[in-house]
């Protein structure tokens, strides 16, 4: 199997490469179970980050560096869901296609949560910026949860997500066409 050689915060991993289309591959990349990676990645981010009250990530890669971030700054975090589930009152929800997943997505936010974001700095955290796409989603819940966007972050930023400027991460994340 053909690997990517990734170094950030001062770690080293090796990233199978995987076709997304016929003339596209990515290195996946995926923190879930690496608890040595999310620590550093963590304490990295947060120094480039500006002062918040609350972070939001998209569930389910996001969750880890969310919930490290949250622990590391003493601030909670707030998860938005891929589906509806029956504990949700009144919840929001907005429509996402991501780089990684074959179908549309929906994420949502109940009242709860909502009130956590309402009126609040909320740092927007994923692992990986591709297409933007999940960035775009999450945006639109703080807006609708009446949120005050103070900074987007994440881990890599994939391809020409690497080149925006309005977004924090800790190194870029090269495509791969296929030959």
């Known amino acids: 199997m053909k690997t990517y050689t990734l170094k950030v915060a001062g770690l080293?991993?090796?990233?199978?490469?995987?076709?997304?289309?016929?003339d596209l591959e990515i290195a996946?990349?995926?923190?879930?179970?690496d608890v040595e990676l999310t620590v550093k990645t963590a304490e990295e981010l947060l120094k480039l980050c500006p002062e918040f009250d609350v972070i939001l990530t998209a569930e389910t890669k996001g969750i880890p560096i969310a919930y490290e971030m949250a622990r590391q700054s003493g601030m909670p975090y707030v998860v938005g869901r891929?589906?509806?589930?029956?504990?949700?009152?009144?919840?929001?929800?907005?429509?996402?296609?991501s780089i990684t997943t074959a179908n549309v997505q929906t994420l949502c936010l109940s009242q709860e949560h909502i009130a956590m974001i309402k009126?609040?700095?909320?740092?927007?955290v994923d692992?990986?910026?591709?297409?933007?796409?999940?960035?775009?989603?999450?945006?639109?819940?703080?807006?609708?949860?009446e949120g005050i966007i103070v900074g987007k972050?994440?881990?890599?930023?994939?391809?020409?997500?690497?080149?925006?400027d309005d977004i924090i991460f800790l190194e870029k994340l090269p495509t791969f066409p296929k030959k």
């Open 28 to 33: 996946a990349f995926i923190m879930l179970s």
């Open 127 to 145: 692992d990986v910026i591709s297409t933007g796409e999940s960035l775009i989603a999450l945006e639109k819940l703080v807006h609708a949860a």
């Open 82 to 97: 891929k589906s509806l589930k029956f504990y949700m009152t009144d919840p929001i929800s907005v429509k996402v296609k």
């Open 153 to 164: 972050a994440a881990v890599l930023a994939e391809g020409e997500s690497a080149d925006r």
């Open 12 to 22: 080293t991993r090796e990233l199978p490469l995987c076709p997304v289309s016929d």
């Open 119 to 124: 009126g609040k700095r909320v740092l927007i």
